[in-house]
């Protein structure tokens, strides 16, 4: 695609659910970055992948928090059991290669857990 | 983990003038990115930037990696410059780590 696209959004959702949140990447990147961004803070990396691999995920918070990347492609980012602290903006991000290449992000996807 | 200092913390500008944002950071990268998120949160691409300097338009950008610092100029600000500045390194462990921003308000 032109640009990288996530879904849904705007997601409101009760305490306690499952969510899971979509990244498009462009088409043809092999980088995929996951970061989340609370109100007035800068984005805080969660994990990336090279094509499928997973390649670090030691930015995420807990093991209520997942991400898979199965075909290199779409990516999609899965929080278990949400609680209010994890309300935040959810942003992808793509590049064409690793580390040497500009990253371009998403408009992101904002979670409120109430 | 690496450090990403950026300054000032906080500017206010009157429309036309020019400013100079300062990213500082730790330890060698292979990659600096500047970014302007705008009032409605997009996160835009400015410039891509591990060495050397580069223009575009009323934007310009310097970074010294030997010195570990880079620079973000912005001449004849406009009210549409507002929002948060943020440079971001990778490296070499290819995770993109984010500074702690510069917000900038442009006043008419």
């Known amino acids: 695609g032109a640009g990288v696209s996530q879904s849904p959004r705007y997601k409101v959702t009760k305490r306690g659910q499952d969510v899971a949140l979509r990244c498009d990447p462009i088409?043809?990147?092999?980088?995929l970055y996951w970061y989340r961004q609370a109100l007035g803070q800068g984005p805080e990396f969660l994990t990336y992948?090279?094509?499928?691999?997973?390649?670090?995920k030691s930015g995420l918070p807990n093991d209520r928090f997942s991400a898979e990347r199965p075909e290199g492609s779409i990516s999609t980012l899965t929080i278990q059991r949400t609680e209010q602290r994890d309300s935040a903006m959810y942003r992808c991000?793509?590049?064409?290669?690793?580390?040497?290449?500009?990253?371009?992000f998403g408009e992101g996807s904002w979670l409120t857990v109430v | 983990g690496i450090q990403v200092e950026q300054s000032p913390p906080d500017l206010i500008l009157q429309e036309g003038a020019n400013s100079t944002l300062r990213c500082n950071f730790s330890?060698?990268?292979?990659?600096l990115q500047w970014f302007h998120q705008n009032p409605w949160g997009q996160l835009i691409n400015l410039f891509y930037?591990?060495?050397g300097t580069k223009q575009n338009g009323r934007l310009s950008a310097t970074t010294v990696a030997t010195e570990r610092y880079s620079l973000l100029y912005i001449s004849s600000s406009q009210t549409t410059d507002s929002g948060v500045y943020f440079c971001?390194?990778?490296?070499?462990?290819?995770?993109?780590?984010f500074g702690t921003g510069t917000r900038l308000t442009v006043i008419p």
């Open positions: 991000a793509s590049s064409l290669g690793v580390g040497k290449s500009t990253i371009y």
């Open positions: 088409s043809g990147h092999v980088s």
């Open positions: 992948f090279n094509y499928e691999a997973q390649q670090d």
């Open positions: 330890d060698s990268v292979n990659n």
């Open positions: 930037i591990p060495s």
């Open positions: 971001a390194v990778i490296t070499g462990a290819n995770n993109l780590f």
